[in-house]
């Protein structure tokens, strides 16, 4: 008798606890669904695109509310940021100032370290190639596959600019994926659009741009 007692005891403990893990369990699935519907809700993108010769790159740039007024303790750590987190940095500078010029003249206001051999030695030539004393500008562009470097350095542009300027900064990613080598696109009209990229092509990186706003 005492043994059947014991058993319907243990039981009873059995089933208390797989009651009690149950409902943990839906708590926390309930409380998984409640953060990301926030999430969902208070980061909503718009959708923009920009061509680029042999690439379309679809921009998902983030709303007003998640932007910020930040200074050069921001920037400076969020550019190097970049060589180990993967992500692009583009500034709307308040002038005709660039970073550089590509060997096809273009006048280059990002940085993309992707597939870069030695990221942190570009960045630290954009950033502060003035200020040191060893620093080869004609090693540099040669290595980087850079046509002409700026007068002024970025960091130097960044602490005059700051003292009239705010700069505004705006998180968002981008999907981006190859085009087809075709000369036509799924649909035959020549109109690329983000279904004409195969999903195996396509991969999320995150962008940060630099807006520069006059102060009040």
Do not use: C, H, W
Not at 32 to 53: G, H, N, W
């Amino acid at each position: 008798m005492e043994n059947v007692v014991d058993a319907l005891k243990m039981a009873g403990s059995v089933l208390l606890f797989v009651i009690g893990l149950s409902v943990a369990i839906l708590a926390f699935s309930q409380a998984r669904e409640a953060i990301d519907s926030v999430l969902k809700y208070s980061d909503r993108e718009s959708f923009t695109m920009q061509d680029e010769d042999v690439r379309k790159i679809f921009y998902y740039l983030s709303k007003d509310d998640t932007n910020r007024y930040i200074g050069m303790e921001t920037i400076i750590p969020s550019i190097y940021r970049a060589v180990k987190e993967n992500y692009k940095i583009v500034f709307e500078f308040a002038d005709d100032y660039y970073l550089y010029t590509d060997n096809e003249g273009n006048e280059i206001k990002e940085i993309n370290t992707e597939n870069m051999s030695d990221p942190k030695e570009f960045i630290e030539g954009i950033l502060y190639r003035n200020s040191n004393n060893d620093f080869n500008e004609i090693e540099f562009t040669r290595k980087f596959g850079i046509l002409r470097l700026p007068t002024e350095n970025l960091f130097n542009y960044l602490t005059t600019k700051q003292k009239t300027y705010k700069i505004q900064e705006s998180l968002g990613v981008y999907i981006q994926g190859e085009l087809q080598t075709s000369d036509e696109n799924q649909s035959g009209d020549g109109n690329y659009t983000s279904d004409d990229v195969p999903n195996q092509n396509k991969y999320q990186k995150r962008i940060i741009t630099y807006t520069f706003k006059l102060k009040d």
